[in-house]
């Protein structure tokens, strides 16, 4: 029972340009959501989170959307650059405890 | 500040073997989680220590799996037997709660190849 699911297993785009990832879930209890990235033999590293109150969330290049109706959130990356190539993977926390459940990551692949 | 640690990066078993993992975290961060990584996967919670008490250990297979962190610090994570399944990267990961929101710092993670 995947709660957490990332369809698209890559991206590819050109320098510049809208990186656009999608995340869908399925639990309505959960209250936050966070967005993580990992570079090949790294760890996940935080990148940005929103609240289940809010629908939007921006830190410099990177926004992410929430739409609480669709059970659907994307994480925008714009410009993007070669340097943002990596594993994005969304998470999500139950409102019981800080417990994250993953999706299977999505791999960007950003083009010079 | 220095960031999760974790040893050793990578560990090749036999089937049937055990294997042991340990982790430092961040200093200060009394929350401590294992996850496992299978290839293609995201990670997956094994089990979430608050100080040197189990707050989850729902999806830890019991039977083969162990883990403490007795002092509330470092902890180790146990396999045995291993299975050709656990085959996956062992991530630990810390947080600090300092806010309404408890962001979780991993470590570079244990690759473990079970053969």
């Known amino acids: 029972d995947q709660q957490v699911k990332q369809n698209s297993p890559s991206l590819s785009v050109q320098e510049g340009r809208i990186s656009i990832l999608n995340c869908d879930y399925t639990n309505s209890m959960f209250d936050y959501f966070l967005w993580y990235k990992k570079y090949p033999a790294e760890g996940p590293t935080f990148l940005i989170s929103i609240s289940s109150i809010k629908d939007k969330n921006e830190d410099g290049r990177f926004t992410v959307f929430l739409n609480k109706s669709a059970k659907h959130l994307s994480l925008h990356i714009v410009p993007s650059q070669p340097g943002d190539s990596a594993v994005y993977f969304c998470?999500?926390?139950?409102?019981?405890?800080?417990?994250?459940?993953f999706g299977g990551g999505t791999r960007l692949m950003v083009k010079p | 500040e220095a960031g999760v640690a974790q040893s050793p990066r990578y560990k090749i078993i036999e089937k049937r073997q055990s294997v042991a993992f340990w982790c430092n975290p961040i200093?200060?961060?009394?929350?401590l989680y294992w996850y496992q990584q299978i290839l293609g996967q995201g990670p997956k919670l094994l089990i979430q220590f608050q100080n040197n008490g189990v707050v989850d250990d729902s999806q830890l297979p019991k039977d083969r799996f162990s883990a403490e962190r007795l002092k509330g610090v470092d902890s180790t994570l146990k396999i045995q037997p291993a299975k050709l399944e656990d085959s996956a990267v062992y991530l630990c990961?810390?947080?600090?709660?300092?806010?309404?929101?408890?962001?979780?710092?991993f470590g570079a993670g244990t690759r473990l190849s079970v053969l």
């Open positions: 200093s200060g961060h009394a929350t």
């Open positions: 998470a999500a926390r139950g409102n019981a405890g800080n417990m994250l459940t």
């Open positions: 990961a810390s947080s600090h709660i300092t806010a309404s929101l408890v962001i979780q710092y």
